[in-house]
């Protein structure tokens, strides 16, 4: 446990940020998950609608800190060829 107000404090940040940290990359899972669905399901315009809202959640994410810019880069992309992917076949 800390002892010095500046670690005390630290520690309350860190949990603030925990949670904040939690939520945008819960979120961000929920809109790659829909836009996964949606494609398999034949669904292409709510598919990159929803990938589109996913896009955006990962650029501020990078933008909050929340993910690197790698990261998130990479997941979009990954995202965006199994979207083409699946509604090919």
């Known amino acids: 446990m800390a002892n010095h107000a500046?670690?005390?404090?630290?520690?309350?940040?860190?949990?603030?940020r925990n949670l904040?940290?939690?939520?945008a990359r819960s979120e961000i899972r929920t809109w790659v998950k829909a836009s996964l669905l949606?494609?398999?399901?034949?669904?292409?315009s709510a598919a990159q609608?929803?990938?589109?809202?996913?896009?955006?959640?990962?650029?501020?994410a990078v933008v909050h800190g929340v993910l690197h810019k790698k990261n998130a880069k990479r997941r979009i992309s990954r995202l965006h060829r199994?979207?083409?992917a699946l509604?090919?076949?």
């Open 82 to 84: 199994r979207i083409v």
């Open 38 to 44: 949606s494609a398999k399901g034949g669904d292409l």
């Open 20 to 23: 904040h940290n939690r939520s």
């Open 49 to 60: 609608n929803s990938a589109k809202k996913a896009t955006r959640l990962l650029d501020k």
């Open 6 to 16: 500046s670690a005390k404090k630290r520690n309350r940040q860190n949990i603030k």
């Open 87 to 89: 509604a090919s076949q």
